[in-house]
């Protein structure tokens, strides 16, 4: 059932064109109009929620802090995301017009199970986006919206991230529709180049030789700093978390502004930094405000290695290896971007002879408050 590959991680992050696909199968018609059937919450609820709060753990709360950019840009409606564990201990102000996104893989996760049932009792309406069919945080919610990638069988989550990400989009067009914030031309043709990602994440992964030589190249360093901005922000967390669990190395992801403000004091000679740089074609100065990071850190030492938009050819004078993912709009790159992230831990582990599989001190699905 591994499909020929080594591993399950293996074939989960070979399974991302698909669980992508099937995510957004059926979700829409020819004109772009979103048609979410399971969608049980009333229209005229949705209209009035002035408040969006994302909960959910882990890998699970990166794709949240993904979809809140998106959700936010979209729909105008501010979205918070928080994890499931912290949520309740802080007095939280939820109503009737609070709209409560969680996203599980699992679908069992007892932290953001309990957020999720306390946010009801405050009266708040619950979504769940969810990877397993009939599981409990759907059962107690008021909507689901489940990701199809498929069954995951890899403690650590890979294809179910994208799929996450690619769900909580539809949940934002969806809103932006009902809502009117978008002309239904501009959701088709975000739809249209959501469409486009499977091939493009195939792409991707039919070019793993050069990140594969890397990682393995890497299996004595002892720390990796990520940096990203924006959307490419949770995708150096979930970079940085991947290369823990899977490689117990120490990584840490940061905002890449984020840098003088402390974190550029670990930099020294020789301190690997991987960096998601944004699609220069994107809005205001993201890129060139990333490509300056690059610089500051390489300037104290820094061994830099980024992932860029193919075509990019600004950034190759900053970095001493650079991994190109194909064009996609800003607001979709993470879905291109993590997948060398997942592919560098994966290899990374593999050449230290772990079970990618299995990390250590870890479960598939936390029960456990
Ligand atoms: C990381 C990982 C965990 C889970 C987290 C939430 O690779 O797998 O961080 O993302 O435990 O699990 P779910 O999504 O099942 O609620």
Redesign the pocket.
Known sequence: EKDGFPSFMEKEIHDQPEAVAQTLLGRSDVDGKLTLDEMRIDADVLKTVNKIIVL?????AYAGQVARYAIEHWCRIPTEVELSHEFRYRDPIVDDKTLIVS???????MD?LMAVRYAREQGAKTIAICNTNGSTIPRESDAVLYTHAGPEIA???TK?FLAQITAAYLLGLYLAQLRGNLFQGQIRDILADLAKVPAKIAQVLANDGQIKELARSMADTRSVLFLGRHVGFPVAMEGA??LK?LAYIHAEGFAAGELKHGPIALIEEGQPVIVVVPSPRGRDSLHSKVVSNIQEVRARGAKTIVIAEEGDESVRAHAEHVFYIPETTTLLAPLLATVPLQIFACELATAKGYDVDQPRNLAK??TVE
Not at 56 to 60: E, I
Not at 103 to 109: A, C
């Open positions: 959910a753990c882990g890998t699970s996203l599980s893989q699992s679908g069992e996760t953001t403690v650590a989550s179910a978390l991947k669990e699905s936390v």
